[in-house]
């Protein structure tokens, strides 16, 4: 059991997704696709800025889950994003199919951020005004 912290960012059309993630790394599937349920994380935060709806603070009760799974090893002791994973994208490469993992949040409702395909997600929960945002950064707190 190893807990990190890991902040993150994803940014689009003005609007930025920042935030800070503490888990148990071996939750990470670094084989293929997995949900971490969010009663086994340890702390989420996330601010929205900039958005035309959907701005604000939001804790562990705003969403249901982390999408946070890679296709090859990580090394998490530095950014994620752009990380080579052998014959796979590299970590962080928007792909609808998944292909080189994805890092996202799963909204419960509301206006918290809503994951849309791999490594990117919507404002204001999805639903308009919203921002579509794409993932700039995850590295070790």
């Known amino acids: 059991m190893a807990i990190r ?6 940014a689009g059309s003005g609007a930025t ?5 503490a888990l148990d ?13 969010i009663d086994s994380i340890e702390s989420l935060s996330v601010t ?3 958005a035309p709806a ?3 603070t939001f804790g562990k009760q705003d969403f249901t889950s982390v999408t946070f799974f890679s ?21 962080g490469t928007p792909d609808t199919l998944g292909n080189s993992g994805d890092f996202n949040l799963v909204g ?12 990117s997600l919507y404002t204001n929960g999805g639903e308009p005004p919203n921002v ?4 700039k950064s995850v590295a070790p707190a």
């Open 54 to 56: 959907g701005n604000g």
């Open 108 to 119: 419960a409702g509301g206006e918290a951020p809503n994951g849309n395909a791999a490594f």
């Open 71 to 91: 296709v090859a090893p990580l090394d998490f002791n530095r950014e994620l994003v752009g990380q080579e994973q052998g014959d796979a994208l590299p970590f």
């Open 132 to 135: 579509f945002a794409l993932l």
């Open 17 to 21: 997704v920042t935030g800070a993630l």
């Open 25 to 37: 790394t071996d939750l990470v599937n670094q084989s293929g696709p997995g949900s971490i349920p």
């Open 5 to 10: 912290t890991f902040n993150f960012s994803f």
């Open 48 to 50: 929205v800025a900039g």
